[in-house]
Each structure stands twice: as structure tokens, then as C-alpha cells.
């Protein structure tokens, strides 16, 4: 039962922890981060990176689709923006690491501001439809713009190197990536403490009653392209050091859908959402992977018999989990959390 | 419980001046002028499809009128837009509930301080001293001077949806007090109530001209409550106007009655409106 809450002050109801427990959580959270690279094995912490990449990108989608209600197909293409900026910014340039990486960022969301420009008059699906045709077109730029982008065969990155250490291993990419990712959740967190994610809702919820209340939707909607485009451009620059070469198949359209997909599972609209949801898209098709191999003795020919049905169980459990848990894995969590609150009172 | 003091929201005087407005061959509005004067409640009535919406949608910017002036405390703002006009400090409600549904009360009346508020994307990301001292300082004063006002205290984090209707009007008018507004525009705040959630939603409006001192613009079909509370009366019908003045006045004009009754008796008229008051 959660006991002994009551605030005293402004600052201390809306802060992002409000319980002890949560407190708890969150420390151990951070403990398992840190000791997880001493722990994994050379293939889990290379899952382990890829995951908080894709948490980053999921993050940022979360914010253009979930909160704001704009569809977006378009995240693997910024996200690809961001690795060829990181790849130029690196090879011609020779800047340093986390300069890449942000001017990544920006550079993605330039473009995405240029994409987003027909969000004020097309919604919902026409929305989609545009955004998957600016993918299209930066495909075409991809592959054609060969002084930049390599055109088909791609650019190879240098390892990244930071304060003079090189950091070609996923061990010491993950040092790195990880606490982007959190700083990157955590500014997304604070978003919606404040006016402007305030406003983002809003226009989601109701975009004509927003406006009587002052909220210039063009300028808004702009500014979530800008920040979904922000946070896919670092994820692409991460991506970037992390793979070390960038081939206009890198980001394909379905890593779009992979995203969308994510951000649904995971819970639309909320923090925990785009974590859990890019957690399970990447590690799921994995551990399915292990369930084969175990099946291997039982099995003869379980690898070559059971490899599509391992992709089959993955799209059922997605399909499952819209099903029965629409709201997304966030929502088993919140349920989770409700069950200890109350109890022993309700169940 | 600390409230703006006296004078701190200057009261607009709200001017519409020949305005007409026309959906292709369709006159909405014909020639439409009368005043909403500081500091009183100024009702705007007539039967259905006389304009009424349509005149507060050019009010508060959501129509163009092709013809005519919108000006508040003389300025003119008939083509300015909607988010200008919020900063002037119109605010309004609607007819349909336009609540976001997806937020608890507390943010649905955070969100109508938006306008006047500074926070950037950058202080908001990082939620720096600065975008945290403004969101404390919004949160204190809802809380004081709106939620106890309007007694809303025991909901205020409860999302909008599971509200009652008669909350979520209330939740509604918090909102637009929330926007410091020097002209509140309300559209139909007592639709679909029952008497008691009528004569609640009454007092607070009453309460708000007093305590407030703004300036209040509303559309009403309940007549006992128009009658009841407002200073000044206007009557459209078929988009022009067709009589206005004190609520007395209104009452026994002929005009009025033939609007409504399609014969000009203000007897017969009264007598029906006593009807339906008792009847409900």
C-alpha cells in the first residue's frame, strides 16, 4: 500500500519521482546500467546499445505521434540524416564526437521542420502518406548525392574518440550512448511538466480549442517536428559510430514502421511507453532466436524449420498486444504499480 | 483564498459595429451591432439558427466577417488571429465541451495560462530554474484563485473524462478564467443542466463579474437565467437584431415574442416561459 505521500510543497507534487518507491526503482535502475557492461557478454552489450538507440529515436517519435498526434513515417529517414551528417562532419571535417553528434541533431531537424510544413493543413493518414514520401525523396537523395553520401556503396565512419580514448568496442560506445539516451528521456520527461508539452497535448487533443487558448498551432507543430527530428538525427549520429558505415539501405522504410510499431506497443503518449516498446521490438526477435536454438536437440532441423516461424510468433505477439493491451505495455506497468498501491484493500 | 485584486483585470469594452457575414449565398449575419459594456454580463439570445454561434466564432476569430468591425477597448481586431486575440484577453467556452480529454483538470486549466507564460523549448527540455520558478508561480495561483473559487479542489487530478458534465462546464470556465481574461465569452454555459448544476453555474458567473470585475458575453437559451443575471440583452433572429436593452425591456418586446412564438403577444410569451420554468 503506498502510505505517507502527502506533499508539502508545489515542487515536490509535480516533481518526476513522487514516491520512495519510485525513488528505489530508479537508483537500482541506474546501479544495473552501470554495472550491466561488466556483466553482459560482448553480443548482449551490442544489444544493449542498440537498444538505447532505438529508445532515443522512439523517444522522439513519441513525442511527434504520441503526444502530439501527428503520424509520422518518417523517423528512419531522420534518423539516416543523422548518421550521414555524423559520417561528413567526421570524415571531412575531422570535428570532434560529441560536436557530430549534436550537429546530427540539428541537421535532422532541420529537415524535419521542412517536412512538417504540410502538418498544419494534412492530418491523421494524409499525414502518413506525406511523410512517407519525404523518406522516399531523402532515399533518393541518399543514393544520388554520391559527394556526400558515397551514393550506393555508402561512407565508412571512424571509431568515435572522446577525451582521446577510441571507442570502437560496444563496451565503451555504451559508456557514451547510454547516458545521451537517458539525458535525452529525461528532457522529454521535463517536456510535459511545462507549457510547451502542455501544448503539444493540447493540439493533439483538440487542436481548435488550443488555439482560442492562444497556441499558435503552426509554430507548434513545427517545433514537435524539430524535436522528434532532433532526437531520431542524434540516435542516426549514434547509430553512425556504433555500425561505422552508413549505406542508403541502413535505414529502409520499414525501420520507419519498426518505430511506429514500437511507440504503439509500448504505449502512446507516455515516458515509460517508447522505452519498454523499442526495448521489446529489439530483444523479442533475439530471445525468440535463443527459444530456437534451445529447440535444436528436441528438433533436428529446428533452425532451418523454425526460422519463419520465429517471425510469425513476433508479429502474433504484436498483434496480442494490441489486441488486449491497446494502451501498451506502459499500461501493464501503471496496472502493476495500482495492484501494490492499494493493496490489500482492492485488487 | 486571495483573488485578483480590484482593477488588476481592467473589464473590456467590447464594440461589434455592421458586421455581416455570408456562407456562399447564405446570410449569417446581417448588419450585427451592439456593445458589451465594462464590467457587466451582456446575453445574447434568439431561437435556433439565428446566428448566435456564428457572431462568437467572428468574436473570437474563428470566422472572417465580410463586412463590419470587431473592436475591443477601440482597437480593432477583426482580422487578427486567434491566438492575438487571446492575448488581447478574450477568452471563451464552447457549446460542445472542448476539454482535452487525455489531461487531468489541474493541466486542462494550466493550459490557459499559455499565452502568458515565457518558458522556451530549451528551458522546458532542461527544466531550468527559470521554467520551473514559472511553472510554481502558474500552479500557485490556479490553485488560489481559481480552483477554490470555483470548487473544484476535490477533482483536480482527475482526468476531464471521467467528469460529470456539469463538472466539466465548471472545469471549462476555470479554464478560460485561467486566460486572464478582461472578456469572457461563454456558449451556453448551462445547456443540458439540471436545475441545480443551472443555479450553481449562475452564481459562479455572477461571482465572477463581482469578484473579478470582467467583462462577460454569453449565449443562453434558459431563459429564467438570462432574465436572472444579465444587465443587457440582445435578441438575434434570421442573423440581425431585432431588439436589445435591459432584460425587462427585452421581455415585452413584441418583436421578441413573434421570434419565438411566431405571434407578437409578450403575455403569451411570458406565460409560456413561467411554464417551461416550472416545468423543469
Known amino acids: 500500500m503506498r502510505i505517507a505521500t502527502a506533499k508539502e510543497t508545489y515542487v515536490a507534487d509535480e516533481g518526476l519521482l513522487t514516491t520512495n518507491t519510485q525513488r528505489a ?14 556483466v553482459l557478454n560482448a553480443y548482449w552489450l551490442y544489444l544493449a546499445c542498440l537498444v538505447a538507440i532505438n529508445v532515443a529515436s522512439a523517444t522522439g517519435l513519441n513525442i511527434l505521434t504520441g503526444y502530439t498526434g501527428l503520424v509520422s513515417l518518417g523517423q528512419a529517414a531522420f534518423m539516416a540524416v543523422g548518421a550521414y551528417a555524423v559520417a561528413f562532419l567526421d570524415g571531412h571535417l575531422g570535428t570532434p564526437f560529441l560536436l557530430n553528434i549534436f550537429a546530427a541533431g540539428l541537421v535532422a531537424a532541420a529537415v524535419g521542420v521542412l517536412v512538417g510544413v504540410p502538418s498544419l493543413r494534412v ?7 506525406a511523410t512517407i514520401a519525404a523518406s522516399f525523396i531523402l532515399h533518393f537523395v541518399f543514393t544520388h548525392w554520391v559527394s556526400v553520401t558515397g551514393g550506393m556503396s555508402g561512407v565508412n565512419v571512424a571509431p568515435a574518440r572522446l577525451f582521446g580514448i577510441e571507442l570502437a568496442s560496444p563496451f565503451a560506445l555504451y559508456f557514451v550512448i547510454v547516458p545521451i539516451t537517458a539525458v535525452m528521456v529525461l528532457g522529454a520527461a521535463n517536456l510535459f511538466r511545462t507549457r510547451i508539452g502542455r501544448a503539444f497535448i493540447a493540439i493533439r487533443d483538440r487542436d481548435i480549442s488550443a488555439e482560442v487558448l492562444g497556441i499558435p498551432l503552426l509554430q507548434y507543430k513545427l517545433m514537435s517536428f524539430a524535436l ?28 520507419s514502421i519498426f518505430f511506429l510499431a514500437a511507440v504503439i506497443v509500448g504505449g502512446l503518449g507516455t515516458i515509460l511507453g517508447p522505452i519498454l516498446g523499442a526495448a521489446f521490438m529489439t530483444l523479442v526477435p533475439e530471445l525468440l532466436k535463443y527459444v530456437v536454438e534451445w529447440l535444436g536437440p528436441v528438433f533436428p532441423n529446428a533452425g532451418a ?9 513476433f508479429g502474433a505477439l504484436i498483434v496480442f498486444f494490441l489486441v488486449f493491451e491497446p494502451q501498451g505495455l506502459a499500461e501493464i506497468v501503471r496496472r502493476i504499480r495500482r495492484f501494490f498501491h492499494l493493496w490489500p484493500f482492492k485488487t | 483564498m486571495t483573488r485578483p485584486a480590484p482593477g488588476t483585470l481592467a473589464p473590456a469594452h467590447l464594440a461589434v459595429s455592421g458586421l455581416s457575414l455570408s456562407f456562399g449565398g447564405l446570410k449569417a449575419l446581417t448588419d450585427v451591432s451592439f456593445e458589451v459594456r465594462p464590467g457587466t454580463i451582456t446575453a445574447l439570445i434568439g431561437p435556433n439558427g439565428a446566428g448566435k454561434t456564428s457572431l462568437f466564432n467572428c468574436i473570437s476569430g474563428f470566422y472572417r466577417p465580410r463586412e463590419g468591425h470587431i473592436r475591443l477597448d477601440g482597437q480593432d481586431i477583426t482580422h487578427t488571429h486567434p491566438p492575438a486575440r487571446a492575448r488581447a484577453g478574450l477568452a471563451r467556452t464552447f457549446q460542445n465541451i472542448a476539454l482535452f480529454k487525455g489531461m ?56 476531464v ?30 445547456a443540458g443542466m439540471n436545475r441545480e448544476e443551472t443555479e450553481d453555474m449562475a452564481r459562479f458567473i455572477l461571482d465572477v463579474k463581482e469578484e473579478w470585475g470582467i467583462s462577460i458575453l454569453m449565449v443562453e437559451h434558459d431563459m429564467g437565467m438570462v432574465m436572472d443575471i444579465s444587465d443587457h440583452v ?8 431585432i431588439a436589445q436593452g435591459p ?26 416561459l413561467s411554464a417551461i420554468g416550472e416545468a423543469a
Open chain 1, 25 to 38: 526503482w530508479m537508483i537500482i535502475l541506474a546501479l544495473v546500467l552501470v554495472l550491466a557492461p561488466f
Open chain 1, 123 to 129: 492530418k491523421g493518414l494524409y499525414l502518413a502518406i
Open chain 1, 228 to 255: 522528434s527530428s532532433f532526437y531520431a538525427g542524434v540516435a542516426g549520429g549514434m547509430w553512425a559510430y556504433f555500425f561505422r558505415v552508413v549505406t542508403p539501405e541502413s535505414f529502409p522504410f520499414a525501420t
Open chain 2, 161 to 190: 473524462a471521467s467528469l460529470s458534465y456539469g463538472l466539466q462546464k465548471r472545469v471549462e470556465l476555470a479554464r478560460a478564467l485561467a486566460m486572464r481574461p478582461r472578456l469572457l465569452m461563454l456558449d451556453e454555459p448551462v
Open chain 2, 234 to 241: 440582445v435578441v438575434l433572429n434570421f442573423g440581425k437584431v
Open chain 1, 305 to 313: 524449420a523454425l526460422s519463419p516461424v520465429r517471425t510469425i510468433v
Open chain 2, 104 to 159: 487531468t483538470v489541474l493541466d486542462n486549466i494550466k493550459l490557459g495560462r499559455h499565452a502568458h507564460m515565457r518558458t522556451n523549448l530549451l528551458q522546458a527540455l532542461a527544466y531550468w530554474s527559470a521554467a520551473r520558478r514559472e511553472e510554481m508561480e502558474l500552479r500557485a495561483e490556479v490553485e488560489r484563485q481559481i480552483i477554490d473559487f470555483l470548487e473544484i479542489d476535490h477533482i483536480r487530478n482527475k482526468p
Open chain 2, 247 to 272: 432584460p425587462a425591456q427585452v421581455q415585452g418586446d413584441p418583436q421578441v415574442a413573434a421570434a419565438y412564438l411566431g405571434s407578437g403577444n409578450p403575455a403569451e410569451l411570458m406565460r409560456r
